[in-house]
Protein backbone atom coordinates (compact mmCIF):
# COMPACT_ATOMS: atom_id res chain seq x y z
CA UNK A 1 0.00 0.00 0.00
CA UNK A 2 2.82 2.35 0.94
CA UNK A 3 4.65 1.36 -1.96
CA UNK A 4 2.02 2.24 -4.36
CA UNK A 5 1.36 5.73 -2.35
CA UNK A 6 4.92 6.81 -3.32
CA UNK A 7 5.06 5.72 -6.99
CA UNK A 8 1.63 8.20 -7.98
CA UNK A 9 3.90 11.10 -7.61
CA UNK A 10 6.60 9.55 -9.61
CA UNK A 11 4.05 8.82 -12.19
CA UNK A 12 2.30 12.72 -12.29
CA UNK A 13 6.19 13.53 -12.66
CA UNK A 14 6.32 11.66 -15.34
CA UNK A 15 3.51 12.66 -17.73
CA UNK A 16 3.90 16.16 -16.81
CA UNK A 17 7.54 15.83 -18.31
CA UNK A 18 6.04 14.29 -20.83
CA UNK A 19 3.24 16.93 -21.78
CA UNK A 20 5.94 19.93 -21.23
CA UNK A 21 8.58 17.69 -24.10
CA UNK A 22 5.32 17.49 -26.46
CA UNK A 23 4.00 21.19 -26.09
CA UNK A 24 7.36 22.21 -26.43
CA UNK A 25 8.34 19.92 -29.47
CA UNK A 26 4.38 21.77 -30.73
CA UNK A 27 5.80 25.07 -30.23
CA UNK A 28 9.04 24.40 -31.73
CA UNK A 29 7.46 23.31 -35.26
CA UNK A 30 5.03 25.75 -35.41
CA UNK A 31 7.81 28.38 -34.70
CA UNK A 32 9.49 26.71 -37.17
CA UNK A 33 6.37 26.62 -39.50
CA UNK A 34 6.00 30.10 -38.99
CA UNK A 35 9.10 31.12 -40.00
CA UNK A 36 9.98 29.73 -42.69
CA UNK A 37 6.46 30.77 -44.05
CA UNK A 38 7.60 34.52 -43.73
CA UNK A 39 10.78 34.13 -45.01
CA UNK A 40 9.33 32.20 -48.14
CA UNK A 41 7.22 35.42 -47.91
CA UNK A 42 9.64 38.03 -47.82
CA UNK A 43 11.87 35.96 -50.19
CA UNK A 44 9.30 35.87 -52.50
CA UNK A 45 7.97 39.41 -52.08
CA UNK A 46 11.72 40.49 -52.92
CA UNK A 47 12.31 38.66 -56.15
CA UNK A 48 8.93 40.30 -56.91
CA UNK A 49 10.20 43.57 -56.12
CA UNK A 50 13.50 42.90 -58.11
CA UNK A 51 11.41 41.45 -60.96
CA UNK A 52 9.53 44.52 -61.09
CA UNK A 53 12.51 46.70 -61.28
CA UNK A 54 14.75 45.02 -63.72
CA UNK A 55 11.00 44.82 -65.88
CA UNK A 56 10.54 48.21 -65.88
CA UNK A 57 14.27 49.54 -65.92
CA UNK A 58 14.36 47.25 -69.44
CA UNK A 59 11.51 49.18 -70.45
CA UNK A 60 12.95 52.43 -69.88
CA UNK A 61 16.38 51.53 -71.20
CA UNK A 62 14.65 50.00 -74.69
CA UNK A 63 11.95 52.69 -75.29
CA UNK A 64 12.59 56.00 -73.35
CA UNK A 65 15.21 58.08 -74.19
CA UNK A 66 15.88 61.11 -71.58
CA UNK A 67 17.85 64.10 -71.64
CA UNK A 68 18.73 65.12 -67.95
CA UNK A 69 18.43 68.95 -67.10
CA UNK A 70 21.52 70.22 -66.40
CA UNK A 71 22.11 70.25 -62.81
CA UNK A 72 22.62 73.66 -60.86
CA UNK A 73 25.91 74.54 -59.28
CA UNK A 74 27.13 76.84 -56.75
CA UNK A 75 30.29 76.80 -58.49
CA UNK A 76 28.98 77.66 -61.96
CA UNK A 77 30.73 81.10 -63.46
CA UNK A 78 28.24 83.58 -64.67
CA UNK A 79 27.43 83.86 -68.30
CA UNK A 80 29.41 86.87 -69.86
CA UNK A 81 27.08 89.90 -70.54
CA UNK A 82 26.00 90.25 -74.30
CA UNK A 83 26.80 93.51 -75.33
CA UNK A 84 24.20 94.74 -77.35
CA UNK A 85 21.37 93.58 -74.85
CA UNK A 86 19.33 95.91 -72.47
CA UNK A 87 18.41 94.69 -68.99
CA UNK A 88 14.96 94.32 -70.16
CA UNK A 89 15.70 91.91 -72.87
CA UNK A 90 15.64 88.41 -72.44
CA UNK A 91 18.46 86.58 -73.98
CA UNK A 92 18.16 82.97 -75.60
CA UNK A 93 20.69 81.97 -73.43
CA UNK A 94 18.04 82.44 -70.50
CA UNK A 95 15.14 80.85 -71.99
CA UNK A 96 13.20 77.98 -70.20
CA UNK A 97 13.95 74.51 -72.14
CA UNK A 98 11.30 72.92 -73.27
CA UNK A 99 9.87 70.27 -70.85
CA UNK A 100 8.70 68.45 -73.74
CA UNK A 101 12.41 68.04 -74.57
CA UNK A 102 12.99 65.95 -72.24
CA UNK A 103 11.83 62.72 -72.57
CA UNK A 104 10.73 61.07 -75.42
CA UNK A 105 9.01 57.44 -76.23
CA UNK A 106 9.19 54.85 -78.91
CA UNK A 107 5.30 53.81 -78.59
CA UNK A 108 5.54 52.34 -81.74
CA UNK A 109 7.72 49.99 -80.72
CA UNK A 110 6.03 49.34 -77.46
CA UNK A 111 2.91 48.66 -79.23
CA UNK A 112 4.16 46.00 -81.14
CA UNK A 113 4.77 44.20 -78.08
CA UNK A 114 1.19 45.07 -77.14
CA UNK A 115 -1.38 47.15 -78.54
CA UNK A 116 -3.01 47.99 -75.18
CA UNK A 117 -0.10 50.29 -74.25
CA UNK A 118 -1.98 53.85 -74.79
CA UNK A 119 0.98 56.10 -73.20
CA UNK A 120 3.71 56.23 -71.17
CA UNK A 121 3.59 58.44 -67.68
CA UNK A 122 6.93 60.72 -66.72
CA UNK A 123 7.85 62.78 -63.71
CA UNK A 124 9.79 65.37 -64.40
CA UNK A 125 12.06 64.32 -61.89
CA UNK A 126 12.21 61.21 -63.59
CA UNK A 127 11.39 58.81 -60.26
CA UNK A 128 7.96 57.79 -62.13
CA UNK A 129 8.37 56.30 -65.66
CA UNK A 130 6.11 53.30 -66.60
CA UNK A 131 3.80 52.78 -69.93
CA UNK A 132 -0.27 53.10 -69.05
CA UNK A 133 -2.20 50.17 -70.20
CA UNK A 134 -5.93 50.39 -71.41
CA UNK A 135 -8.05 46.62 -71.81
CA UNK A 136 -11.41 48.04 -71.18
CA UNK A 137 -11.70 46.43 -67.82
CA UNK A 138 -9.97 46.91 -64.75
CA UNK A 139 -9.01 43.78 -64.04
CA UNK A 140 -6.63 42.26 -66.23
CA UNK A 141 -3.65 44.36 -65.38
CA UNK A 142 -3.48 44.54 -62.02
CA UNK A 143 -1.19 41.67 -61.79
CA UNK A 144 0.22 41.43 -64.99
CA UNK A 145 2.86 44.01 -66.65
CA UNK A 146 3.03 45.42 -70.23
CA UNK A 147 4.36 42.44 -71.74
CA UNK A 148 0.56 40.63 -70.27
CA UNK A 149 2.82 38.73 -68.25
CA UNK A 150 2.10 38.02 -64.51
CA UNK A 151 3.76 40.37 -62.31
CA UNK A 152 2.45 41.10 -58.29
CA UNK A 153 3.23 44.62 -59.29
CA UNK A 154 0.86 44.87 -61.94
CA UNK A 155 0.79 48.01 -64.35
CA UNK A 156 0.15 51.68 -64.46
CA UNK A 157 -3.47 51.61 -66.03
CA UNK A 158 -6.32 53.67 -67.35
CA UNK A 159 -9.98 53.07 -65.59
CA UNK A 160 -12.41 51.07 -68.03
CA UNK A 161 -14.88 54.07 -68.32
CA UNK A 162 -11.97 56.72 -69.85
CA UNK A 163 -10.89 57.03 -73.83
CA UNK A 164 -7.13 55.65 -74.30
CA UNK A 165 -6.61 59.05 -76.10
CA UNK A 166 -7.23 60.88 -73.22
CA UNK A 167 -9.55 63.17 -74.79
CA UNK A 168 -11.86 63.19 -71.58
CA UNK A 169 -12.21 66.06 -68.99
CA UNK A 170 -11.75 63.96 -66.33
CA UNK A 171 -9.25 60.76 -66.63
CA UNK A 172 -8.54 57.59 -63.91
CA UNK A 173 -5.41 56.05 -63.98
CA UNK A 174 -4.55 53.10 -61.46
CA UNK A 175 -1.22 52.20 -60.10
CA UNK A 176 0.21 49.78 -56.92
CA UNK A 177 1.45 51.56 -53.56
CA UNK A 178 4.53 48.86 -53.95
CA UNK A 179 6.44 48.79 -50.70
CA UNK A 180 9.50 49.16 -52.81
CA UNK A 181 8.56 52.58 -53.90
CA UNK A 182 7.85 51.44 -58.23
CA UNK A 183 4.48 52.16 -59.71
CA UNK A 184 2.88 54.76 -57.88
CA UNK A 185 5.02 54.14 -54.78
CA UNK A 186 6.58 57.32 -54.77
CA UNK A 187 3.37 59.33 -54.26
CA UNK A 188 2.89 59.12 -50.94
CA UNK A 189 5.52 61.35 -50.37
CA UNK A 190 3.33 63.80 -51.52
CA UNK A 191 1.46 63.20 -48.02
CA UNK A 192 4.26 62.91 -45.84
CA UNK A 193 6.94 65.49 -47.09
CA UNK A 194 5.41 69.14 -47.13
CA UNK A 195 8.00 70.47 -49.20
CA UNK A 196 7.93 67.59 -51.90
CA UNK A 197 5.23 69.04 -54.20
CA UNK A 198 7.51 72.23 -54.71
CA UNK A 199 9.89 69.94 -56.43
CA UNK A 200 7.57 67.16 -58.44
CA UNK A 201 4.96 70.00 -59.56
CA UNK A 202 4.93 68.48 -62.94
CA UNK A 203 4.21 65.56 -64.55
CA UNK A 204 3.57 64.06 -68.69
CA UNK A 205 1.65 61.81 -70.90
CA UNK A 206 2.90 61.09 -73.86
CA UNK A 207 0.75 59.18 -76.38
CA UNK A 208 1.81 58.58 -80.14
CA UNK A 209 -0.20 61.52 -81.37
CA UNK A 210 0.77 63.96 -78.77
CA UNK A 211 2.73 64.64 -75.76
CA UNK A 212 0.72 66.46 -72.26
CA UNK A 213 2.07 67.97 -69.69
CA UNK A 214 -0.01 68.41 -66.28
CA UNK A 215 0.57 70.68 -63.21
CA UNK A 216 -0.55 69.00 -59.75
CA UNK A 217 -2.78 71.16 -58.38
CA UNK A 218 -4.83 68.17 -55.27
CA UNK A 219 -3.75 65.70 -53.61
CA UNK A 220 -5.28 63.80 -50.68
CA UNK A 221 -6.55 60.18 -49.12
CA UNK A 222 -10.20 60.42 -49.91
CA UNK A 223 -13.23 57.27 -48.82
CA UNK A 224 -13.47 55.13 -51.86
CA UNK A 225 -17.42 55.81 -51.49
CA UNK A 226 -16.42 59.65 -52.09
CA UNK A 227 -17.31 60.07 -55.51
CA UNK A 228 -14.05 60.87 -56.90
CA UNK A 229 -14.76 57.25 -58.76
CA UNK A 230 -17.41 59.61 -60.76
CA UNK A 231 -16.34 59.80 -64.19
CA UNK A 232 -17.73 62.61 -66.18
CA UNK A 233 -19.21 61.39 -69.61
CA UNK A 234 -17.63 62.48 -72.92
CA UNK A 235 -16.99 66.04 -73.00
CA UNK A 236 -20.03 67.05 -71.18
CA UNK A 237 -19.92 70.28 -68.58
CA UNK A 238 -19.41 69.58 -65.31
CA UNK A 239 -15.87 69.38 -64.31
CA UNK A 240 -15.66 72.79 -62.54
CA UNK A 241 -18.42 71.75 -60.28
CA UNK A 242 -16.98 67.92 -59.91
CA UNK A 243 -14.02 69.63 -59.30
CA UNK A 244 -15.12 71.96 -56.75
CA UNK A 245 -16.92 69.74 -54.83
CA UNK A 246 -14.29 66.85 -55.19
CA UNK A 247 -11.24 67.32 -55.50
CA UNK A 248 -10.32 70.71 -53.94
CA UNK A 249 -12.02 70.19 -50.01
CA UNK A 250 -9.73 68.38 -47.80
CA UNK A 251 -6.58 69.31 -50.49
CA UNK A 252 -3.55 68.44 -48.95
CA UNK A 253 -1.83 71.98 -50.81
CA UNK A 254 -3.66 75.19 -51.60
CA UNK A 255 -2.80 76.30 -55.19
CA UNK A 256 -3.78 79.20 -57.58
CA UNK A 257 -5.41 76.43 -59.82
CA UNK A 258 -9.12 77.38 -61.43
CA UNK A 259 -10.63 74.00 -62.77
CA UNK A 260 -12.90 74.80 -65.97
CA UNK A 261 -15.53 72.74 -67.80
CA UNK A 262 -13.08 73.08 -70.92
CA UNK A 263 -9.85 71.41 -68.60
CA UNK A 264 -8.18 68.18 -68.82
CA UNK A 265 -7.90 66.83 -65.26
CA UNK A 266 -5.86 63.60 -64.75
CA UNK A 267 -6.10 61.39 -61.54
CA UNK A 268 -3.89 59.26 -60.03
CA UNK A 269 -5.35 56.76 -57.88
CA UNK A 270 -3.14 54.28 -55.59
CA UNK A 271 -4.32 52.45 -52.53
CA UNK A 272 -3.28 53.12 -48.30
CA UNK A 273 -3.38 51.01 -45.55
CA UNK A 274 -6.92 51.29 -45.13
CA UNK A 275 -9.32 49.16 -47.90
CA UNK A 276 -11.71 51.88 -47.35
CA UNK A 277 -9.73 54.86 -48.41
CA UNK A 278 -7.43 55.60 -51.54
CA UNK A 279 -4.80 58.16 -52.00
CA UNK A 280 -5.05 60.35 -54.97
CA UNK A 281 -2.90 63.03 -57.10
CA UNK A 282 -4.39 65.23 -59.43
CA UNK A 283 -3.17 67.19 -62.41
CA UNK A 284 -4.78 69.84 -64.70
CA UNK A 285 -3.03 69.85 -68.10
CA UNK A 286 -1.40 73.27 -68.86
CA UNK A 287 0.27 72.03 -72.05
CA UNK A 288 -0.32 70.41 -75.37
CA UNK A 289 2.50 69.62 -78.00
CA UNK A 290 1.51 67.78 -80.80
CA UNK A 291 3.88 64.81 -81.98
CA UNK A 292 3.46 65.54 -85.71
CA UNK A 293 5.82 68.86 -85.13
CA UNK A 294 2.97 71.50 -85.01
CA UNK A 295 3.56 73.90 -82.51
CA UNK A 296 2.06 73.22 -78.73
CA UNK A 297 -0.79 74.47 -77.29
CA UNK A 298 -0.44 76.04 -73.11
CA UNK A 299 -3.12 76.47 -71.04
CA UNK A 300 -3.57 79.49 -68.22
CA UNK A 301 -2.89 76.82 -64.61
CA UNK A 302 0.57 77.06 -66.33
CA UNK A 303 2.41 79.96 -64.64
CA UNK A 304 0.33 78.99 -61.42
CA UNK A 305 2.06 78.62 -57.78
CA UNK A 306 1.83 77.03 -54.77
CA UNK A 307 0.05 79.93 -51.69
CA UNK A 308 0.49 77.72 -48.80
CA UNK A 309 0.95 74.47 -47.68
CA UNK A 310 -2.45 74.27 -45.73
CA UNK A 311 -5.46 72.58 -45.95
CA UNK A 312 -7.71 74.31 -48.64
CA UNK A 313 -10.91 72.56 -47.22
CA UNK A 314 -13.85 73.96 -49.17
CA UNK A 315 -12.03 76.54 -51.50
CA UNK A 316 -12.21 76.09 -54.99
CA UNK A 317 -8.89 75.27 -56.17
CA UNK A 318 -8.47 77.11 -59.66
CA UNK A 319 -7.92 77.32 -64.24
CA UNK A 320 -6.85 77.24 -67.66
CA UNK A 321 -8.76 77.96 -70.67
CA UNK A 322 -7.81 75.30 -72.94
CA UNK A 323 -10.64 74.55 -75.48
CA UNK A 324 -11.53 70.81 -76.42
CA UNK A 325 -11.08 70.08 -79.91
CA UNK A 326 -14.50 69.10 -81.16
CA UNK A 327 -13.32 67.60 -84.21
CA UNK A 328 -11.32 65.26 -81.86
CA UNK A 329 -12.92 61.61 -82.59
CA UNK A 330 -12.36 58.43 -79.45
CA UNK A 331 -9.97 55.93 -80.43
CA UNK A 332 -11.87 53.63 -78.02
CA UNK A 333 -15.84 54.23 -78.56
CA UNK A 334 -16.27 50.76 -78.70
CA UNK A 335 -14.41 49.61 -76.09
CA UNK A 336 -16.43 52.09 -73.49
CA UNK A 337 -18.19 50.01 -70.92
CA UNK A 338 -21.79 49.76 -70.69
CA UNK A 339 -21.63 50.68 -66.99
CA UNK A 340 -22.46 53.93 -67.77
CA UNK A 341 -20.51 56.92 -66.20
CA UNK A 342 -19.47 55.13 -62.74
CA UNK A 343 -16.46 53.95 -62.49
CA UNK A 344 -15.07 50.87 -60.76
CA UNK A 345 -13.33 51.06 -57.76
CA UNK A 346 -10.04 49.29 -58.49
CA UNK A 347 -8.08 47.93 -55.10
CA UNK A 348 -4.70 48.42 -56.05
CA UNK A 349 -3.27 46.95 -53.16
CA UNK A 350 0.06 45.17 -53.33
Known amino acids: MGKDNKSKPNIVRSVGRKLYRLTLFVFIILGSAVSIFAFTELLIGTIGYLRTRAVYRDANRRFVSVHAKEPVSANKPEPAPVVGLSE??????????DPFEEIQVDLKALREINDEVIGWIYFEDGLISYPILYSGDNEKYLKR?????YMASGSIFMDKTGNPDFSDHYTLLYGHNMRDLTMFGKLRYYRSDKNYYKDHEY??????DAAYRYRVFSFKQISVDSGIFSSISGNEAGLKEFADKKLIPGNNVNTDTTIKDSDHVLALSTCVNDYAYRFIVCGVRVDTKPL????????????????????????????????PDSNKKSTSSGNRSASGNKAVIVDVDP
Open 203 to 208: FQIITE
Open 88 to 97: NTVSEDKAEP
Open 145 to 149: NYMEK
Open 292 to 323: DGSTSVSSGNAGAGVSSNKTASGESAAGNGEK
